[in-house]
C-alpha cells in the first residue's frame, strides 16, 4: 500500500505543479437543494437523484464568470455547463466571453494521457477537439469539450486548469434543475486536487444550509470539540471491474446501534475478487448507503430499537429516493431521542446521532425515513458515506499522508472563523 501511495504522489509531482498557496484558500460551503445530479463516474459509484449538494462559488475565465459548482470527492473532470438550457436556473459559463478559454486538441497530452482516469475515454470531434461524452444510470447524458481555463477560488487564481464545458446534456427528469458546474475532487490525475497539487482539503458541513466551510491546503481543524481521528485510505494493487481506483476508499469493520455491535462477519466488511464492497466517503452523495446484508441487519436492530417510541410508515411499498425503504410516522414537532448508529472504521469511528438518523420527507406530511438506505436496491456494488452524515463535522482528506480525519465540529463557527465577509 504504501509503495501504491508514494507512486500516486510522483505521479502528481511529474503531471502537476504542487501547492505553492502562502495559506490555505477558504471558501463558503452550502447545501443547496439540487433537482437532478448526473455524476461521471464508474458503474462502482452511486448515479441516482437526490435533494442537496454541497456547493461552493467559482470564478471561471477572464473576466472571470461566478458559477455555483458541486463540490463532488467522487468524481473526476471539473465541469461547467456552457451551453444554455430552458431547465437550468443558475448561471452557465460562457466562454465565448473568455479570453482565456483554450479548447484541447484530441492529440493534445491531456486527451491522450492524463485522460486516462476518466470514466469514458474522451474521443476527437470533427474539429479534432477533445470530446468527452458521459452517459449516466438514471439514462441522462453529458458531453462537450475538455479545454484549459483559468479559475480562481478566493484568493488563488489557477491558469490553465484542465475542465470540461459541457454544450450538450439531456436529463432524464423534467425538474428544474439548478447545478451548473462541478468540482470534482477524487484522487484521479485531472480532479481539482490533483491538478492544483493540494496535499490535503478539509470541510465542515453545517447543518443549516449557508453555514459550512471548504478549505483547500493545510488548516488546522476549526471550532471541533474534540482531536481529528484518522483511517487510512485503502487500494488495490491491479485494477478491478467493480473497485473505483481513484476514489476515497477506507475500510469499513462494522456497525454498533446503541452500544451493541451487529453481529456480521468481518467478510462482508471486504471487497470482494471483483472489487465490489470497497467504502467509499463521497461528498457528492447525500445519504449513506450499505450492503443489502448489511443494511438488513442494522434495519432490523433499528426497528426493534423504536418498537413503542416510533410508528412505521403504512405504505409497505413507498422506497425514498429509492434506496431507503423504511420510514416512519411522526407527528411531533421535535423527534425523540432516537438510538444512535456508529460506523467503525480501522483506527476511527462515526457516530450518527439525533436527527441526521431521520430524514423529513419534502411531498409526505408526518413522514420520515431512515438514513441509511440499501444499496442493493440503487443497485452499487459498494458502501457509500454520503455528506448528510458528515454534518457537524470537520473532515479532512490528508492525500499526502494517504488518510481521512475526522471529528464534531462546529461548522457554523468554523465558518464565522474562516470565511471574511
Not at 166 to 190: E, F, H, P, V, W
Not at 339 to 367: H, I, S, W
Request: charged share 15%; with cysteine.
Amino acid at each position: 500500500m504504501k509503495t501504491l501511495c508514494s507512486f500516486f504522489l510522483l505521479l502528481l509531482l511529474f503531471f502537476f505543479p504542487t501547492f505553492t498557496a502562502s495559506k490555505p484558500v477558504v471558501l463558503p460551503l452550502q447545501t443547496m437543494k439540487i433537482s437532478s445530479v448526473q455524476h461521471t463516474t464508474p458503474t462502482s459509484k452511486l448515479l441516482f437523484r437526490y435533494n442537496y449538494s454541497l456547493v461552493v462559488p467559482l470564478k471561471v475565465g477572464t473576466p472571470p464568470q461566478q458559477i455555483n459548482m458541486v463540490v463532488d470527492t467522487g468524481s473526476e473532470l471539473t465541469w461547467v455547463q456552457c451551453q444554455p438550457s430552458p431547465e437550468l436556473r443558475g448561471p452557465i459559463f460562457n466562454p465565448s466571453k473568455s479570453s482565456s478559454y483554450h479548447p484541447l486538441a484530441c492529440a493534445s497530452d491531456v486527451c491522450a494521457n492524463k485522460a486516462r482516469d476518466l470514466p469514458s475515454p474522451p474521443i476527437c470531434d470533427s474539429k479534432k477537439l477533445c470530446h468527452f461524452a458521459q452517459a449516466y444510470a438514471d439514462g441522462s447524458t453529458s458531453e462537450g469539450t475538455i479545454a484549459t481555463e483559468t479559475v480562481s477560488l478566493g484568493d488563488l487564481t489557477l491558469p490553465s486548469l484542465v475542465i470540461g464545458c459541457t454544450t450538450s446534456s439531456y436529463s432524464s427528469t423534467k425538474d428544474d434543475q439548478t447545478m451548473t458546474g462541478l468540482i470534482g475532487m477524487n484522487r484521479g490525475a485531472l480532479s481539482f486536487v490533483s491538478q492544483v497539487g493540494s496535499p490535503r482539503f478539509s470541510y465542515c458541513i453545517s447543518d443549516t444550509s449557508s453555514s459550512g466551510v471548504l478549505v483547500i491546503g493545510e488548516s488546522d481543524p476549526v471550532s471541533a470539540s474534540a482531536a481529528l481521528t484518522y483511517t487510512p485510505f485503502v487500494g488495490v494493487s491491479m485494477p478491478l471491474p467493480y473497485f473505483d481506483r481513484v476514489a476515497y476508499s477506507v475500510q469499513l469493520v462494522g456497525v454498533r446501534v446503541a452500544g451493541k455491535v451487529l453481529p456480521l462477519p468481518k467478510t462482508v466488511f471486504v471487497p470482494d475478487h471483483t472489487g465490489a464492497g470497497q467504502t467509499m466517503v463521497d461528498s457528492g452523495t447525500q445519504f449513506t448507503l450499505l450492503l443489502g446484508s448489511v443494511y438488513t441487519a442494522l434495519k432490523n436492530e433499528y426497528l426493534q430499537r423504536t418498537r413503542g417510541l416510533l410508528r412505521v410508515y403504512e405504505d409497505k411499498n413507498y422506497i425514498f429516493q429509492g434506496a431507503h425503504d423504511l420510514c416512519y410516522r411522526w407527528s411531533g414537532r421535535v423527534l425523540p431521542a432516537l438510538p444512535p448508529v456508529v460506523l467503525m472504521f480501522n483506527g476511527a469511528e462515526m457516530a450518527v446521532t439525533g436527527e441526521r438518523l431521520l430524514y423529513k420527507v419534502p411531498d409526505r406530511a408526518g413522514v420520515y425515513c431512515f438514513t441509511f438506505g440499501n444499496s442493493d436496491l440503487v443497485p452499487v456494488e459498494a458502501y457509500i458515506i454520503g455528506h448528510h452524515h458528515q454534518q457537524n463535522m470537520w473532515v479532512e482528506y490528508d492525500i499526502e499522508r494517504s488518510r481521512l480525519g475526522f471529528a464534531p465540529a462546529r461548522c457554523d463557527l468554523a465558518r464565522q472563523r474562516l470565511v471574511r465577509g
